[in-house]
């Protein structure tokens, strides 16, 4: 097959760009010029957009002897990344930008042009399995696994991917760029927010969405308890920061419940209040024939798995918890899994609109 | 392989290796006073001399360079401090829009730090920098002017002798980047009446890294590299010897085998536009249909992207260019398409092919094979968004 090796400059696409190489496949690498002014990326959270990681996306291409290309991803990213970002949490939501990311980016815009340019897939370096029977699956690494940031691809996005780490633990990873002579074998993981250099979401948000004084309400009183200056600097299940005047009735501490942004409100309350047992997403993605036994839900990335007991009518899941979870912001994603010897494979995903 | 990129870079011609091959193996500096370093010396004065034969200089007009790009900053930066320093209300640069980077990011740089003004000389829809608007431009507080002889991405050949002409009238020294010129078209320094002249040598058969700044003996510079005081003082460093008189060699052949060489280039070259025009009928030449160095294409197709198409090509072992330079690998619209008066589309639309001394008539049947399908591909690409 023709395929199009999506390389960040990370040793994990690397080794999977060398890995379909040495299957036998046709492999072009490309890497995505995501950010509008690399230069300023080159120190700070080593992401997926610094110059330097261009460069070594071009050696590890070389050394495994692959054409390599710069695609100029900018003004996508921008739009359905970036500016996604900042909009979700003007309107009081939590978004994940890698996940929006694969959605939109890596298994949209490039998967559909590469396609189009006569590609037969595109392979990236996600820690997932997918395998012949078209199901994803998580990782054997659990620490590493990504299957829940690739739980927004529907079937279509999927029959044309490939992952090939999957079967390995990132040490194994490690090891077999070694092996190869890839010089990227020992650069360090990257964490963070690719976008925002220096890791400070807060100031980041500060500077596009400004100041907005409202109100911290209790939830329990309905009494005015203190002041912000911008309801997007506040996460559901924050406790500190919160700057309250007095101290709750019951003198215990007081958490952010909710964020209501038509009237700019911050609710806080109780650790109680925080529990959630049903969680409703729309923007349903459903890949199973039908949910059947006993699933799990994944709540947020690297959180904590949830049995549950899912029901998926129209354009919703809605997901009754064996157990409550705590902190729950919607703009997150649920993915839906299934139990499996052989990896816990993905059914479905929805964007979390409300959790109670 | 096919490769019609020869406008990148050329392979170096077999007599060429061998002239290099010997002088590495003798050695010697050529400032030393020893017997090896006359040696050294004879060597590298015979090129000065070859290569001032071959262009109509004087050969003390010959600065060796380490290329292209240090011969258009020297000139550029060079001139502009030594007019600047003899008279300080000296300091507006005139310079043409589609020069190469080495010169225009020299002249934003003397834009941004040194505090130039700069007078960006505008081109029609065919690249050509017409004499008015130089004419226009040589207010009297002109320090330099900088005109490339003919235009590394669509191949347009300026009016050079004609523009030198007003700048001299106007007491301003000119400058042209003659580097895609030579070899392709007659190149004669005296009678260009050019006061600098920058050409390198691996664009016409001899090796990377050493060119060389014709340079008027009364045009005083301001040098870049101070130490030693080699090349009238203007280029400090030990000489590369080698290289230097491997270079002599590639221009005197180039010069030699000229006539017969953009003959037979532009018969070729004819040919493929021919053919890519009717395998791809939409797609459209740039530059002047005439007045263009014999090895060069330059064609936009409508609705590609030409680092998509550039993809396609390779794939297929067919090698060219978008022809305009990219900013971390990422391909930017040309300056040049976009200074003639394209839009955006258009100028990120483009393709250039380059022939040389390898190219046949062969390349063009398998130019022709893989296009439709290339473009019709980059086509689909283009629609999906943007
Ligand atoms: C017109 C022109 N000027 C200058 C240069 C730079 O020459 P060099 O590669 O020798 O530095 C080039 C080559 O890309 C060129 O085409």
Request: hydrophobic share 45%.
């Amino acid at each position: 097959m023709r395929v199009l090796a999506a390389m960040s400059g990370g040793v994990d696409s690397a080794v999977a760009a060398a890995l379909a190489a040495e299957a036998g496949h046709d492999v072009t690498g490309v890497h995505l010029a995501l950010a509008k002014n690399p230069q300023t990326y080159r120190s700070g959270a080593r992401g997926c957009c610094t110059l330097e990681d261009s460069r070594d996306a071009r050696r590890a291409a070389d050394v495994i002897g692959i054409p390599f290309y710069v695609w100029d991803m900018v003004e996508e990213f921008q739009e359905d990344v970036v500016d996604d970002f900042v909009a979700e949490y003007a309107a009081g939501r939590t978004p994940n930008p890698c996940l929006r990311c694969n959605e939109k980016i890596k298994f949209h815009a490039v998967l559909e042009r590469a396609l189009a340019l006569g590609f037969d897939a595109v392979v990236t370096g996600h820690h997932a399995r997918l395998g012949a029977d078209g199901l994803l699956r998580r990782s054997v690494d659990a620490g590493k696994d990504q299957s829940y940031v690739l739980g927004v691809l529907n079937s279509h996005q999927l029959a044309k991917s490939m992952f090939p780490l999957g079967g390995y633990t990132k040490e194994q990873v490690r090891e077999l760029a070694a092996a190869r002579g890839l010089g990227v074998a020992g650069k360090p993981d990257s964490h963070d927010i690719c976008f925002i250099a220096d890791g400070d979401t807060q100031g980041f948000l500060a500077a596009r969405l400004g100041s907005s004084p409202g109100d911290i309400v209790d939830s329990e009183t309905g009494e005015v308890v203190g002041a912000h200056d911008g309801a997007y600097q506040y996460t559901i299940g924050q406790r500190k920061g919160l700057s309250i005047g007095r101290p709750a009735p019951d003198g215990k501490p007081r958490y952010v419940l909710s964020i209501t942004p038509v009237t700019n409100t911050v609710t806080v309350g109780p650790r109680a209040a925080l529990e959630v047992s049903t969680v409703t997403g729309d923007r349903a993605l459903w890949l199973a024939p039908s949910p059947g036994g006993a699933v799990q839900v994944q709540l947020r990335a690297h959180g904590e798995v949830h049995d549950a007991q899912v029901s998926v009518v129209d354009d919703e899941i809605i997901a009754v918890l064996g157990k409550p979870a705590l902190g729950i912001a919607p703009g997150q994603t649920m993915v839906v899994y299934q139990p499996d010897p052989a990896g816990d494979i993905v059914l479905g995903s929805a964007t979390i609109s409300a959790a109670r | 392989m096919v490769y019609f990129d020869h406008a990148a870079t050329t392979p170096m011609l077999p007599e060429v290796v061998e002239a290099y091959a010997a002088a590495a193996a003798t050695g010697g500096n050529a400032s030393a006073l020893h017997c090896s370093g006359r040696a050294a010396r004879r060597l590298v004065e015979e090129s000065r001399e070859r290569v001032a034969a071959a262009l109509g200089a004087r050969p003390g007009e010959v600065v060796f360079t380490g290329g292209g790009t240090e011969s258009d900053n020297l000139a550029v930066k060079g001139i502009f401090w030594a007019r600047r320093a003899a008279d300080p209300a000296r300091t507006r640069i005139v310079a043409s829009a589609v020069e190469h980077k080495a010169v225009l990011d020299t002249v934003e740089w003397l834009e941004r730090h040194e505090g130039a003004k700069v007078a960006w000389l505008p081109v029609d829809e065919l690249c050509r920098v017409h004499e008015e608007d130089l004419e226009l431009a040589l207010t009297d507080d002109v320090a330099v002017t900088t005109i490339m002889w003919a235009n590394n991405e669509v191949g347009t050949v300026q009016p050079v002798a004609a523009l030198a002409a007003v700048s001299a009238a106007a007491g301003v020294p000119f400058h042209t980047d003659a580097v895609q010129a030579i070899g392709q078209l007659p190149v004669d320094f005296a009678a260009s009446g050019a006061s600098a002249l920058t050409l390198s040598g691996h664009k016409l058969g001899g090796p990377v890294g050493v060119g060389a700044l014709l340079l008027g003996r009364d045009v005083a510079v301001t040098p870049l590299l101070h130490g030693g005081g080699q090349e009238r003082d203007v280029r400090s460093g030990t000489l590369d010897v080698a290289g230097i008189s491997a270079f002599a060699l590639a221009v005197e052949l180039a010069v030699q085998r000229r006539t017969a060489f953009a003959a037979q280039l532009a018969a070729l070259r004819d040919e493929l536009v021919e053919r890519v025009q009717a395998a791809v009928p939409c797609a459209l030449l740039n530059g002047d249909p005439g007045d263009r160095l014999p090895a060069n294409a330059h064609f936009s197709f409508p609705g590609c992207e030409g680092d998509a198409l550039l993809m396609l090509l390779d794939a297929q072992g067919i090698e060219c260019s978008t022809g305009s330079a990219c900013n971390a690998g990422v391909a930017q619209p040309s300056h040049v398409l976009l200074a003639m008066g394209a839009d955006d589309a258009r100028a990120r639309s483009s393709l250039r092919f380059t022939l040389g001394h390898s190219s046949a008539r062969t390349d063009i049947d398998a130019l022709v094979a893989a296009l439709p399908t290339a473009v019709e591909r980059a086509r689909r690409a283009g629609k999906i968004r943007r």
